[in-house]
């Protein structure tokens, strides 16, 4: 979809839509991101699923990538309370997972962080955030794999102070996520979303908020095609 005929559709979805959906929808974007993103290893508990995708939703998370390899990730409706609808989900079963996942997040520029709980990995208040950071997480049971914590551009930790030796999954990543948006939004790093990424998700937004807003697009779009079309023909010197 070029640049005019998604500012066209955005228009006429926004007729579609109240204004305080329409507002909000504008502050939800301002405080977007995907300068953080969150990427999760066979977390495969229904609560801690739901829990993290509600989570990175209300922090302003926009993209989650879930790997699947021995188990299958589930959420669960009346904990996620429609997290679901508003953020990226990027789910890839089976195969070399990681690997593959690690080298695609690299070549949209972002580091590798994965989370342990060896002393001797870099303490969360001392992270750089000046690149794009994958922040990647493990199973309930045993964290993340051997292939994980390989392949990845370094290691972050979590202080504890108890005789319990490590955090629940979705409360390691509401700490971690919590601490470093804090941190990235007092600073000058150009965290927000740029400009087509806000539009192709005011665009889905509208489309999610508005009774039958996808059928309403699709209608649209084949019009607006239609009238172009028309519009090229009509244009055409004579003999051409």
């Given at each position: 979809m070029d640049a005019a005929l998604l500012h066209a559709a955005i228009d006429h979805l926004k007729s579609f839509a109240t204004e305080p959906r329409?507002?909000?929808?504008?502050?939800?974007?301002?405080?977007?991101?995907?300068?953080?993103?969150?990427?999760l290893e066979d977390v495969y508990q229904p609560h801690n699923a739901s829990a993290i995708l509600r989570t990175c939703e209300c922090l302003g998370i926009q993209d989650v990538h879930v790997l699947e390899r021995r188990y299958r990730y589930r959420a669960n409706r009346d904990i996620v309370m429609g997290a679901n609808k508003w953020v990226t989900l990027h789910r890839r079963p089976n195969g070399r997972g990681a690997i593959d996942q690690f080298a695609a997040l690299r070549r949209q520029g972002y580091r590798i962080a994965a989370f342990?709980?060896?002393?001797?990995?870099?303490?969360?208040?001392?992270?750089?955030?000046?690149?794009?950071l994958a922040l990647v997480f493990g199973t309930e049971l045993d964290g993340l794999s051997q292939d994980s914590l390989a392949d990845a551009d370094l290691s972050i930790a979590l202080p504890i102070y108890g005789f319990t030796q490590s955090y629940n999954v979705s409360v390691t990543v509401a700490l971690t996520l919590q601490s470093l948006l804090c941190r990235l939004r007092q600073s000058d790093i150009p965290w927000r979303?740029?400009?087509?990424?806000?539009?192709?998700?005011?665009?889905?937004?509208?489309?999610?908020?508005?009774?039958?807003?996808?059928?309403?697009?699709?209608?649209?779009?084949?019009?607006?095609?239609?009238?172009?079309?028309?519009?090229?023909?009509?244009?055409?010197?004579?003999?051409?």
């Amino acid at each position: 979809m070029d640049a005019a005929l998604l500012h066209a559709a955005i228009d006429h979805l926004k007729s579609f839509a109240t204004e305080p959906r329409v507002a909000l929808i504008d502050q939800v974007l301002q405080h977007r991101t995907r300068h953080l993103t969150v990427v999760l290893e066979d977390v495969y508990q229904p609560h801690n699923a739901s829990a993290i995708l509600r989570t990175c939703e209300c922090l302003g998370i926009q993209d989650v990538h879930v790997l699947e390899r021995r188990y299958r990730y589930r959420a669960n409706r009346d904990i996620v309370m429609g997290a679901n609808k508003w953020v990226t989900l990027h789910r890839r079963p089976n195969g070399r997972g990681a690997i593959d996942q690690f080298a695609a997040l690299r070549r949209q520029g972002y580091r590798i962080a994965a989370f342990t709980p060896n002393v001797s990995a870099t303490d969360l208040d001392s992270v750089d955030l000046t690149h794009p950071l994958a922040l990647v997480f493990g199973t309930e049971l045993d964290g993340l794999s051997q292939d994980s914590l390989a392949d990845a551009d370094l290691s972050i930790a979590l202080p504890i102070y108890g005789f319990t030796q490590s955090y629940n999954v979705s409360v390691t990543v509401a700490l971690t996520l919590q601490s470093l948006l804090c941190r990235l939004r007092q600073s000058d790093i150009p965290w927000r979303l740029g400009p087509e990424d806000r539009d192709h998700l005011m665009l889905e937004w509208l489309c999610r908020s508005v009774r039958a807003g996808n059928l309403i697009l699709k209608r649209f779009v084949k019009n607006y095609e239609i009238n172009a079309t028309h519009s090229i023909s009509t244009k055409a010197p004579l003999g051409s």
